[in-house]
């Protein structure tokens, strides 16, 4: 198989979805692979890297599109990219379609098989979206923290207190992976923590991980408003897998907030639990301020630390290219439903069930659309 790696357009996003090590493992089993130049570059893989595991540079990602039988990126592609799609193409990708009707329908028209990082599953995992949670959440810690300096814009408080003054209170929603990252971290700088999930097995777990090094509460409207209300530093951590995220912080409590704190709604991907925060910030221009609240609302934090990101991320995802690659992604969606988990979009319809519900479309399971070529495989 052709494997085309086109560099990332989002705004600082210097990840690459394949490393030099990555790309070796696709060659070393017969494929070819077309990196365009300088895709690797922001996370510290030159050209040359590339050519000595055997890669092809490519001066423009036009071609990497237009020659790939898979494509594989990082972030969703960017409506300049739409051109770029045709019918039997495979993407493989963050693809957050719940929260971009705009790519969803581009990628129905064109026929594009559609395979989402974020909703692949193993058992109860996300096992494609859990390093860059895990990278996601330890920097909300970190970048909540600075944003509470005075100069950031925040009310002039440090975390860890100091001895005879408060520490800071760091309230997280939804204890998944980014929630428990960001929990170790906020626990390392030495803040007060309370972590919300909707989960009891979740809290469990949770009290059992941190101890008493955490408070925990049940998700519910009363609990959120208190803990939101009490909070230097809120973060936003909750996950319904494909679907857009359910609003729970309303701007009532926002308002409720102290003067000087700071949202940073990490899960803003996937449309953000905040009712205030309106639009997707960039690393450029990370935050803005209603209600004197800090909000951060990027939607690829783990782009910031493309080095750490990228290793992690193509750790996970080059395992399941390579299915693809080895058998036709038909048989390596037909044998692996863990991909079979992954795919979106195929043959102009949403297969996957949240996608479409939020959506508006009409669902058809993978099954289904790919009957004919299943029932010979
Ligand atoms: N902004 C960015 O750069 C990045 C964003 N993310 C996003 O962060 C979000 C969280 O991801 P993960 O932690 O991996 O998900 P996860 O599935 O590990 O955790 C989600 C948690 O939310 C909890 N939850 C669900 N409904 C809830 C409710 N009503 N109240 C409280 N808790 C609730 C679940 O029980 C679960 O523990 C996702 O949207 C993910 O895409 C992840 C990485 C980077
Ligand atoms: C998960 C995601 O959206 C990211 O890593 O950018
Ligand atoms: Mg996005």
């Excluded at 925060?277 to 939607?299: F, R, S």
């Excluded at 996957?352 to 669902?363: I, K, N």
Aim: overall charge negative; proline content about 5%; hydrophobic content about 45%.
């Amino acid at each position: 198989m052709i494997i085309g790696v086109p560099g990332e357009i989002k705004n600082n996003e210097n990840r690459v979805a394949l490393t030099p090590g990555g790309a070796a493992q696709f060659i070393g089993m017969g494929h070819r692979v077309l990196i365009e130049k300088n895709a690797g570059i922001g996370s510290g893989f030159t050209n040359e890297a590339y050519q000595e595991a055997g890669a092809e540079i490519i001066e423009d990602a036009a071609k990497v599109w237009a020659d790939a039988e898979m494509v594989m990126k990082v972030k969703e592609p960017l409506p300049s990219e739409y051109d770029y799609f045709r019918e039997g193409l495979i993407l493989f990708t963050y693809l957050h379609l719940a929260a971009e009707p705009s790519l969803a329908q581009a990628l129905k028209d064109k026929g594009v098989t559609s395979i989402a990082y974020e909703t692949v599953t193993e058992g109860r995992t996300l096992p494609l979206l859990t390093p860059m949670s895990e990278v996601a959440g330890r920097m909300a810690a970190q970048i909540g923290a600075q944003f509470l300096e005075k100069p950031k814009g925040g009310k002039g408080i440090l975390l860890a207190g100091v001895p005879g003054v408060n520490r800071g209170k760091v309230t997280i929603i939804g204890g998944g992976v980014v929630g428990t990252n960001a929990a170790k971290m906020a626990i390392g700088l030495g803040a007060d923590v309370t972590i919300i999930d909707l989960s009891a097995e979740r809290l469990r777990q949770l009290d059992d991980i941190f101890g008493n090094s955490i408070k925990t509460l049940m998700s519910n409207p009363i609990n959120i408003a208190a803990a939101v209300k009490e909070a230097d530093l809120l973060i936003c951590a909750v996950l319904i897998p494909g679907a857009k995220a359910p609003t729970l912080v309303t701007e009532e409590m926002v308002k409720a907030m102290n003067p000087g704190s700071v949202i940073v709604d990490v899960a803003i991907d996937q449309g953000g639990i905040v009712e205030t925060v309106d639009h997707i910030t960039t690393h450029d221009n990370p935050t803005y301020e209603k209600y004197g609240v800090l909000h951060y609302a990027v939607a690829n934090m783990p782009g910031a630390v493309p080095r750490t990101s990228t290793m992690a991320l193509t750790n996970v995802t080059v395992p399941y290219a390579l299915q693809i690659a080895n058998k036709g992604v038909v048989r390596a969606i037909h044998d692996n439903p863990s991909l079979k988990a992954g795919v979106n979009v195929a043959k102009g319809e949403i297969t996957y069930e949240a996608v479409a519900r939020d959506l508006g479309h009409g669902f058809v399971p993978v099954e289904v659309v790919f009957e004919r070529e299943f029932s010979v495989n």
